[in-house]
């Protein structure tokens, strides 16, 4: 930033000095120099270009030559000159950086945000089978010895499916006293006890299902609750609908973009701000939700079918 010069500095010094640090000087006097003053400063400002002030630096400068020149004057009316230095030389500052022109204020941006979605459809490799052991009797241990002899034929019988993936578990254990209903009331007598031993089946190779169905009913379970199918990595399908969502939010973008500029052929000009992904799922198929207590065919058949895997995502974009 550029300083005054030092004779333009002088000189408004001794103005200072003569217009408002002088003691016992005439009313008159004091006046006459105050509109001296005031026309230089109206020069001063009119000049092109402006003798732009260092501002700081020319305050300590004024300071330091009062000084200098032993200019004797009360604490206040020290305080004062200072104020009035600063004042004028600020009045210089606001002048000089005072636009030439207003600018035209920017146009707001033009944000747009849409959801792309996106679902493949996927043959499964995973099937996942509970099948249930279920036994009654009024006495309880009786009907538990029971569930746990007839649970371990059909662990075993379900171990022989040749599936190196094949995992066996227990799935759920419960014991359930028996009450009689009259009419719509639960009685609080107990005529037996329940007892549920569920196993959980889990397998890679889809076309042994009917066999472990097969197996498990003829060792003596008697409830399947759930034959579902689903992916044993679904990364690969992941990727895939994510990737297909996302072409579809550009497309959608473009498409808004289009009706909103419908005059003008010129190709969609965007850039994206920022992609999210709210979610993925995926649909596993339950061809069997419940089958209790059948006879099973040679093979019961099972088909797997497809699954789909369904990818959102949501997408900003500024037009430009």
């Keep these: 930033m550029p300083r005054i010069g030092e004779e333009l500095f002088n000189e408004l010094l001794a103005l200072y000095v003569r217009a408002y640090h002088r003691r016992g000087a005439e009313l008159s006097d004091e006046r006459e120099a105050q509109s001296e003053l005031d026309r230089r400063l109206t020069e001063i400002y009119s000049a092109d270009p402006l003798p732009f002030p260092d501002t700081f630096t020319d305050f300590r400068r004024i300071n330091e030559r009062l000084k200098c020149k032993a200019v004797k004057a009360e604490a206040n009316m020290n305080r004062s000159l200072f104020l009035i230095v600063a004042a004028s030389l600020s009045i210089l500052v606001v002048g000089q950086a005072q636009p030439a022109a207003t600018p035209a204020l920017s146009q707001p941006p033009r944000i747009i945000s849409v959801y792309g979605t996106a679902t493949v459809h996927v043959a499964p490799n995973l099937a996942t089978i509970i099948i249930a052991v279920v036994t009654q009797n009024k006495d309880a241990l009786q009907a538990q010895q029971e569930n746990a002899k007839r649970s371990t034929d059909v662990i075993k019988a379900v171990k022989g499916v040749s599936d190196p993936a094949l995992e066996v578990s227990t799935g759920g254990y419960a014991i359930t006293v028996q009450h009689p209903i009259e009419g719509n009331v639960r009685t609080t007598e107990i005529t037996g006890y329940e007892v549920t031993n569920s196993i959980s089946v889990k397998l890679r190779d889809l076309s042994k299902v ?45 498409a808004i973009a289009r009706g909103l500029n419908t005059n003008d052929a010129s190709p969609v000009r965007f850039r994206i701000l920022d992609v999210s992904e709210p979610g993925l799922e995926y649909t596993p198929l339950r061809p069997t939700e419940q089958m209790r207590a059948f006879a099973p065919a040679e093979h019961t058949p099972i088909e797997a079918g497809t699954m789909d895997v369904t990818a959102t995502v949501c997408l900003r974009a500024e037009l430009l």
């Design 210 to 254: 009917g066999e472990v169905l097969d197996r498990a009913t003829l060792a003596g379970a008697n409830s399947v609750n759930q034959v579902s199918f689903g992916l044993q990595d679904d990364e690969t399908s992941r990727r895939e609908a994510l990737s297909a969502a996302t072409a579809d939010a550009l497309a959608r973008v473009q």
